[in-house]
Protein backbone atom coordinates (compact mmCIF):
# COMPACT_ATOMS: atom_id res chain seq x y z
CA UNK A 1 0.00 0.00 0.00
CA UNK A 2 1.29 3.39 -0.96
CA UNK A 3 1.17 5.86 2.04
CA UNK A 4 1.19 8.76 0.46
CA UNK A 5 -2.36 7.90 -0.70
CA UNK A 6 -4.72 9.18 1.91
CA UNK A 7 -4.86 12.79 2.41
CA UNK A 8 -2.07 14.13 5.00
CA UNK A 9 -3.35 13.82 8.09
CA UNK A 10 -3.71 17.65 8.78
CA UNK A 11 -4.72 19.32 5.24
CA UNK A 12 -8.10 20.81 5.62
CA UNK A 13 -6.76 22.90 8.65
CA UNK A 14 -5.63 26.18 8.10
CA UNK A 15 -2.69 27.74 11.22
CA UNK A 16 -1.82 31.05 11.49
CA UNK A 17 2.02 31.14 12.91
CA UNK A 18 2.88 34.64 14.21
CA UNK A 19 5.42 32.87 16.50
CA UNK A 20 8.82 33.74 16.75
CA UNK A 21 12.32 31.95 18.00
CA UNK A 22 12.28 28.50 18.74
CA UNK A 23 9.05 27.11 20.69
CA UNK A 24 6.37 28.51 18.38
CA UNK A 25 7.80 27.33 15.53
CA UNK A 26 8.55 23.77 16.73
CA UNK A 27 4.74 23.36 18.11
CA UNK A 28 3.87 24.60 14.28
CA UNK A 29 5.92 22.64 12.69
CA UNK A 30 4.53 19.79 14.24
CA UNK A 31 1.28 20.66 12.54
CA UNK A 32 2.93 21.35 9.34
CA UNK A 33 4.46 18.46 8.27
CA UNK A 34 1.42 16.53 9.37
CA UNK A 35 -0.07 18.66 6.16
CA UNK A 36 -1.52 21.50 7.97
CA UNK A 37 -1.87 24.90 5.20
CA UNK A 38 0.27 26.85 7.75
CA UNK A 39 0.76 30.87 6.66
CA UNK A 40 3.83 32.14 8.69
CA UNK A 41 3.10 35.43 9.36
CA UNK A 42 6.35 37.88 10.10
CA UNK A 43 7.06 41.56 10.02
CA UNK A 44 8.67 42.84 6.91
CA UNK A 45 12.03 42.68 6.85
CA UNK A 46 13.56 45.86 8.81
CA UNK A 47 10.69 46.01 10.77
CA UNK A 48 11.84 44.09 14.10
CA UNK A 49 15.07 45.31 15.76
CA UNK A 50 15.11 41.16 17.04
CA UNK A 51 14.99 39.67 13.67
CA UNK A 52 18.67 38.47 13.43
CA UNK A 53 17.43 36.02 16.12
CA UNK A 54 14.67 34.24 13.94
CA UNK A 55 14.69 35.47 10.75
CA UNK A 56 17.56 36.55 8.82
CA UNK A 57 19.66 33.55 8.29
CA UNK A 58 16.84 31.94 6.55
CA UNK A 59 18.92 29.56 4.45
CA UNK A 60 20.74 28.05 7.65
CA UNK A 61 19.81 24.52 8.97
CA UNK A 62 18.01 26.07 12.38
CA UNK A 63 15.50 28.53 10.38
CA UNK A 64 14.94 25.51 7.54
CA UNK A 65 13.96 22.79 10.29
CA UNK A 66 11.91 25.04 11.99
CA UNK A 67 10.02 26.44 9.02
CA UNK A 68 9.79 23.94 6.01
CA UNK A 69 6.32 23.32 4.73
CA UNK A 70 5.03 27.06 5.88
CA UNK A 71 4.35 29.84 3.54
CA UNK A 72 4.95 32.98 4.37
CA UNK A 73 3.33 36.55 4.42
CA UNK A 74 4.58 40.07 5.47
CA UNK A 75 2.46 41.80 7.62
CA UNK A 76 3.24 44.83 9.45
CA UNK A 77 0.79 44.82 12.95
CA UNK A 78 1.85 48.47 13.72
CA UNK A 79 0.43 49.95 10.32
CA UNK A 80 -3.40 51.22 9.61
CA UNK A 81 -5.31 48.39 7.67
CA UNK A 82 -2.69 45.26 9.02
CA UNK A 83 -5.10 43.91 11.51
CA UNK A 84 -8.42 43.71 8.89
CA UNK A 85 -6.19 41.65 6.64
CA UNK A 86 -4.96 39.45 9.53
CA UNK A 87 -8.51 39.58 10.89
CA UNK A 88 -9.50 38.21 7.13
CA UNK A 89 -7.79 35.35 7.46
CA UNK A 90 -8.74 34.31 11.28
CA UNK A 91 -12.25 34.21 9.43
CA UNK A 92 -10.81 31.69 7.27
CA UNK A 93 -8.82 29.16 9.65
CA UNK A 94 -8.85 26.93 12.01
CA UNK A 95 -5.50 27.85 14.43
CA UNK A 96 -3.50 31.14 15.32
CA UNK A 97 -0.41 30.17 17.02
CA UNK A 98 1.57 33.12 18.81
CA UNK A 99 4.19 33.46 21.80
CA UNK A 100 4.70 36.88 22.30
CA UNK A 101 4.79 38.22 26.02
CA UNK A 102 0.89 38.42 27.17
CA UNK A 103 -0.19 41.46 27.26
CA UNK A 104 1.04 42.26 23.51
CA UNK A 105 -2.00 40.53 21.75
CA UNK A 106 -4.22 42.21 24.17
CA UNK A 107 -2.43 45.38 23.00
CA UNK A 108 -2.84 44.37 19.49
CA UNK A 109 -6.96 43.44 19.81
CA UNK A 110 -5.95 39.72 19.25
CA UNK A 111 -6.98 38.06 22.68
CA UNK A 112 -8.72 34.76 22.42
CA UNK A 113 -12.04 36.91 22.66
CA UNK A 114 -11.07 39.40 19.90
CA UNK A 115 -10.36 36.15 17.42
CA UNK A 116 -13.91 34.01 18.77
CA UNK A 117 -15.94 37.09 17.90
CA UNK A 118 -14.81 37.14 14.39
CA UNK A 119 -14.23 33.40 13.75
CA UNK A 120 -15.94 30.84 17.04
CA UNK A 121 -14.48 27.89 16.04
CA UNK A 122 -10.98 29.58 16.29
CA UNK A 123 -7.97 28.25 17.91
CA UNK A 124 -6.09 30.60 19.97
CA UNK A 125 -2.60 28.99 20.79
CA UNK A 126 -0.32 30.63 23.03
CA UNK A 127 2.87 29.83 24.30
CA UNK A 128 4.82 32.35 27.26
CA UNK A 129 7.68 31.65 29.21
CA UNK A 130 6.01 31.77 33.01
CA UNK A 131 2.05 31.52 31.57
CA UNK A 132 -0.40 34.19 30.77
CA UNK A 133 -1.02 35.48 33.95
CA UNK A 134 0.84 35.57 37.69
CA UNK A 135 3.47 37.47 39.11
CA UNK A 136 5.88 36.11 36.47
CA UNK A 137 3.43 36.74 33.67
CA UNK A 138 5.02 39.59 31.99
CA UNK A 139 8.84 38.52 32.36
CA UNK A 140 10.57 37.45 29.47
CA UNK A 141 11.50 33.61 29.41
CA UNK A 142 14.43 32.10 27.71
CA UNK A 143 15.66 28.99 28.46
CA UNK A 144 18.06 28.56 29.78
CA UNK A 145 16.59 31.60 32.37
CA UNK A 146 13.62 28.29 32.50
CA UNK A 147 15.55 25.43 33.10
CA UNK A 148 17.11 27.04 36.49
CA UNK A 149 13.90 28.10 37.46
CA UNK A 150 12.13 24.59 36.37
CA UNK A 151 14.80 22.66 38.57
CA UNK A 152 16.70 21.07 35.11
CA UNK A 153 19.92 22.54 36.15
CA UNK A 154 19.78 21.68 39.65
CA UNK A 155 19.87 17.95 39.00
CA UNK A 156 22.56 18.48 35.46
CA UNK A 157 26.29 17.87 36.34
CA UNK A 158 28.51 16.70 38.56
CA UNK A 159 27.93 16.38 42.65
CA UNK A 160 30.90 19.64 42.24
CA UNK A 161 29.93 20.98 39.51
CA UNK A 162 27.38 23.46 40.40
CA UNK A 163 24.03 23.87 38.66
CA UNK A 164 24.41 23.08 35.21
CA UNK A 165 22.29 23.81 31.23
CA UNK A 166 21.32 21.04 29.28
CA UNK A 167 22.95 21.16 25.96
CA UNK A 168 19.26 21.53 24.09
CA UNK A 169 16.63 23.86 24.59
CA UNK A 170 14.43 21.67 26.69
CA UNK A 171 11.90 23.99 27.83
CA UNK A 172 11.14 25.78 24.19
CA UNK A 173 11.09 22.08 22.50
CA UNK A 174 8.67 20.69 25.27
CA UNK A 175 6.41 23.97 25.37
CA UNK A 176 6.02 23.89 21.72
CA UNK A 177 5.29 20.21 22.07
CA UNK A 178 2.38 20.15 24.90
CA UNK A 179 1.42 23.19 22.73
CA UNK A 180 0.97 20.95 20.04
CA UNK A 181 -1.04 18.35 21.39
CA UNK A 182 -3.62 20.86 22.79
CA UNK A 183 -4.08 22.59 19.31
CA UNK A 184 -4.91 18.70 18.33
CA UNK A 185 -7.05 18.07 21.45
CA UNK A 186 -9.20 21.29 21.17
CA UNK A 187 -9.54 20.30 16.94
CA UNK A 188 -11.08 17.04 18.11
CA UNK A 189 -13.09 18.60 20.72
CA UNK A 190 -14.41 21.14 18.39
CA UNK A 191 -15.68 18.47 16.29
CA UNK A 192 -18.07 17.84 18.91
CA UNK A 193 -19.31 21.67 20.55
CA UNK A 194 -18.20 23.15 17.20
CA UNK A 195 -16.17 25.84 19.12
CA UNK A 196 -13.05 27.10 19.22
CA UNK A 197 -10.86 27.87 22.78
CA UNK A 198 -7.66 28.84 23.91
CA UNK A 199 -5.10 26.65 24.69
CA UNK A 200 -1.81 27.65 26.31
CA UNK A 201 1.25 26.36 27.36
CA UNK A 202 4.24 28.15 29.21
CA UNK A 203 8.20 26.87 29.18
CA UNK A 204 8.26 26.80 33.33
CA UNK A 205 5.37 24.65 33.13
CA UNK A 206 6.89 22.40 30.48
CA UNK A 207 9.84 21.90 31.82
CA UNK A 208 8.67 21.38 35.28
CA UNK A 209 6.49 18.20 33.15
CA UNK A 210 9.96 17.65 31.91
CA UNK A 211 11.31 16.65 35.60
CA UNK A 212 8.81 14.24 35.84
CA UNK A 213 9.97 11.32 38.36
CA UNK A 214 12.12 13.87 40.20
CA UNK A 215 9.35 16.39 40.87
CA UNK A 216 7.10 13.32 41.38
CA UNK A 217 8.67 12.06 44.45
CA UNK A 218 10.08 14.76 45.76
CA UNK A 219 5.89 16.32 46.13
CA UNK A 220 4.66 12.89 47.40
CA UNK A 221 7.78 11.39 49.29
CA UNK A 222 9.71 14.72 49.97
CA UNK A 223 12.81 13.37 48.35
CA UNK A 224 15.31 16.09 47.03
CA UNK A 225 16.64 15.70 43.55
CA UNK A 226 20.22 16.27 43.48
CA UNK A 227 23.15 16.23 40.81
CA UNK A 228 24.02 12.42 40.57
CA UNK A 229 26.22 13.27 37.14
CA UNK A 230 26.02 10.46 34.36
CA UNK A 231 24.46 7.65 37.31
CA UNK A 232 21.23 6.99 37.45
CA UNK A 233 19.45 8.78 40.65
CA UNK A 234 17.73 5.38 41.61
CA UNK A 235 19.22 2.43 39.70
CA UNK A 236 23.20 0.51 39.60
CA UNK A 237 24.89 -0.03 37.56
CA UNK A 238 23.35 2.42 35.32
CA UNK A 239 25.45 5.42 33.83
CA UNK A 240 29.04 6.27 32.01
CA UNK A 241 31.76 3.12 32.05
CA UNK A 242 35.21 3.49 30.53
CA UNK A 243 36.19 0.69 28.14
CA UNK A 244 40.14 0.41 26.77
CA UNK A 245 39.21 3.08 24.01
CA UNK A 246 36.56 5.35 25.91
CA UNK A 247 33.25 5.55 27.64
CA UNK A 248 30.42 3.47 27.18
CA UNK A 249 27.07 3.48 28.80
CA UNK A 250 25.51 0.75 30.19
CA UNK A 251 21.87 -0.17 32.14
CA UNK A 252 21.83 -2.64 34.04
CA UNK A 253 19.32 -2.24 36.34
CA UNK A 254 16.70 -4.75 38.00
CA UNK A 255 17.44 -7.81 39.59
CA UNK A 256 17.24 -9.33 35.96
CA UNK A 257 19.34 -7.78 34.09
CA UNK A 258 21.52 -7.03 37.27
CA UNK A 259 21.55 -11.43 37.05
CA UNK A 260 22.61 -11.48 33.20
CA UNK A 261 25.36 -8.75 34.05
CA UNK A 262 26.89 -11.14 36.55
CA UNK A 263 26.84 -14.03 34.82
CA UNK A 264 28.42 -12.26 31.26
CA UNK A 265 30.73 -10.96 33.68
CA UNK A 266 31.83 -14.37 35.13
CA UNK A 267 31.54 -12.86 38.68
CA UNK A 268 28.33 -14.98 40.19
CA UNK A 269 29.69 -14.40 43.56
CA UNK A 270 28.83 -10.58 43.08
CA UNK A 271 24.88 -11.68 43.11
CA UNK A 272 25.65 -12.98 46.91
CA UNK A 273 27.67 -9.81 48.27
CA UNK A 274 26.05 -8.34 50.82
CA UNK A 275 26.25 -4.64 49.29
CA UNK A 276 25.18 -5.58 45.59
CA UNK A 277 21.89 -7.58 46.68
CA UNK A 278 19.14 -5.44 46.44
CA UNK A 279 18.71 -1.94 43.68
CA UNK A 280 18.66 0.04 46.71
CA UNK A 281 22.36 -1.80 48.27
CA UNK A 282 23.51 -1.47 44.78
CA UNK A 283 22.95 2.13 44.22
CA UNK A 284 24.31 2.90 48.38
CA UNK A 285 27.54 1.47 47.13
CA UNK A 286 27.71 2.69 43.55
CA UNK A 287 31.33 3.69 44.08
CA UNK A 288 32.99 0.24 45.04
CA UNK A 289 30.51 -1.58 42.32
CA UNK A 290 31.51 0.95 39.48
CA UNK A 291 34.98 0.75 40.50
CA UNK A 292 34.93 -3.18 40.23
CA UNK A 293 33.08 -2.83 36.72
CA UNK A 294 35.81 -0.18 35.23
CA UNK A 295 38.47 -2.85 35.78
CA UNK A 296 36.65 -5.31 33.81
CA UNK A 297 35.29 -2.67 31.07
CA UNK A 298 38.70 -1.15 30.77
CA UNK A 299 39.95 -4.93 29.15
CA UNK A 300 38.12 -4.29 26.06
CA UNK A 301 36.34 -1.92 22.97
CA UNK A 302 33.22 -0.42 23.42
CA UNK A 303 32.25 -1.90 20.68
CA UNK A 304 33.13 -4.91 22.24
CA UNK A 305 31.18 -4.71 25.48
CA UNK A 306 28.44 -3.27 23.50
CA UNK A 307 27.95 -6.17 21.37
CA UNK A 308 28.28 -8.58 24.26
CA UNK A 309 26.09 -6.79 26.75
CA UNK A 310 23.32 -6.67 24.36
CA UNK A 311 23.60 -10.54 22.99
CA UNK A 312 22.70 -11.12 26.29
CA UNK A 313 19.91 -8.80 26.82
CA UNK A 314 21.20 -5.94 29.21
CA UNK A 315 21.08 -2.45 27.67
CA UNK A 316 24.40 -1.00 26.85
CA UNK A 317 25.29 1.45 24.26
CA UNK A 318 28.26 3.96 22.50
CA UNK A 319 28.51 7.63 23.08
CA UNK A 320 28.54 9.16 20.06
CA UNK A 321 28.86 12.66 18.71
CA UNK A 322 26.55 14.23 16.54
CA UNK A 323 28.54 12.84 13.16
CA UNK A 324 28.69 9.39 14.87
CA UNK A 325 25.22 10.08 15.15
CA UNK A 326 24.24 10.47 12.13
CA UNK A 327 26.15 7.54 10.81
CA UNK A 328 24.90 4.86 13.13
CA UNK A 329 23.11 2.14 10.64
CA UNK A 330 19.85 2.08 13.12
CA UNK A 331 19.80 5.75 12.51
CA UNK A 332 19.88 5.49 9.05
CA UNK A 333 17.31 3.63 9.01
CA UNK A 334 15.15 5.33 10.82
CA UNK A 335 14.79 8.09 8.15
CA UNK A 336 15.83 10.45 10.35
CA UNK A 337 16.38 13.01 8.35
CA UNK A 338 15.48 13.86 4.55
CA UNK A 339 16.57 16.22 2.27
CA UNK A 340 15.32 18.44 -0.46
CA UNK A 341 16.54 20.75 -3.30
CA UNK A 342 15.95 24.43 -2.72
CA UNK A 343 16.90 27.38 -4.64
CA UNK A 344 19.79 27.51 -2.65
CA UNK A 345 20.81 24.51 -2.97
CA UNK A 346 20.37 20.78 -1.06
CA UNK A 347 18.82 20.88 2.43
CA UNK A 348 18.52 18.46 5.14
CA UNK A 349 15.90 18.19 7.71
CA UNK A 350 15.32 16.73 11.15
CA UNK A 351 11.99 14.39 10.09
CA UNK A 352 9.04 14.08 13.19
CA UNK A 353 9.78 11.50 15.32
CA UNK A 354 6.75 9.69 15.27
CA UNK A 355 5.69 7.44 12.53
CA UNK A 356 1.70 7.19 10.96
CA UNK A 357 1.57 3.95 8.87
CA UNK A 358 -1.34 5.81 6.46
CA UNK A 359 -0.46 9.23 6.70
CA UNK A 360 3.04 10.20 7.79
CA UNK A 361 4.33 13.36 8.02
CA UNK A 362 6.57 14.65 5.16
CA UNK A 363 9.31 17.30 4.37
CA UNK A 364 7.57 19.22 1.11
CA UNK A 365 8.99 22.13 1.03
CA UNK A 366 11.81 24.49 2.35
CA UNK A 367 11.39 27.18 4.68
CA UNK A 368 9.98 30.16 2.56
CA UNK A 369 11.31 33.50 1.40
CA UNK A 370 10.85 36.61 3.49
CA UNK A 371 6.82 37.50 2.28
CA UNK A 372 7.41 34.78 -0.48
CA UNK A 373 3.58 33.91 -0.86
CA UNK A 374 2.36 37.55 0.40
CA UNK A 375 0.48 38.44 -3.00
CA UNK A 376 -0.42 34.78 -3.43
CA UNK A 377 -1.97 34.78 0.32
CA UNK A 378 -3.56 37.60 -0.06
CA UNK A 379 -5.18 36.91 -2.91
CA UNK A 380 -7.12 33.77 -1.85
CA UNK A 381 -8.54 35.87 1.11
CA UNK A 382 -10.15 37.96 -1.61
CA UNK A 383 -7.92 41.35 -2.26
CA UNK A 384 -7.35 42.54 -5.78
CA UNK A 385 -4.09 43.12 -7.45
CA UNK A 386 -4.56 46.79 -6.81
CA UNK A 387 -5.23 46.52 -3.26
CA UNK A 388 -2.37 44.13 -2.98
CA UNK A 389 0.11 47.28 -4.84
CA UNK A 390 -1.23 50.13 -2.16
CA UNK A 391 -0.83 47.90 0.99
CA UNK A 392 3.01 47.39 -0.46
CA UNK A 393 3.75 51.19 -1.37
CA UNK A 394 2.36 51.75 2.42
CA UNK A 395 4.56 49.16 4.05
CA UNK A 396 1.74 47.18 5.40
CA UNK A 397 3.06 43.96 3.51
Known amino acids: MNPHAAPRALSRFKVLDLSRVRSGPNCVRVLADFGADVIRIEPPAGVDPNEVLFAANRDGGDFQNLNRNKRSLTLNL?????????????????VLVENWRPDVKHKLGLGYEDLARVNPRIILASISGFGQDGPYAERPGFDQIIQGMGGLMSVTGDTDSGPFRAGLAVADLSAGLYCALGILAALHEREVSGRGQWVHSSLLHAQIAMMDFQVARFINDGSVPVQE??????????????????????????Q????????????????????????????????????????????????????????????????YTVPQVMQDPQVQHLGVTESLDTPHGRKHYITQAVTLSRTPAEVRTSAPGWGEHTDAVLAEIGYSGAEIAVFHEQGVV
Open 78 to 94: KKPGALEILMRLVAQSD
Open 229 to 254: GNNHPTSSPMGLFTASDGPFNLGASG
Open 256 to 319: GNWKRLCELLKKPEWLNDPEFTTEALRVAHRPRLNGLLDQIFSTQTVQHWVERLNQVGVPAGPV
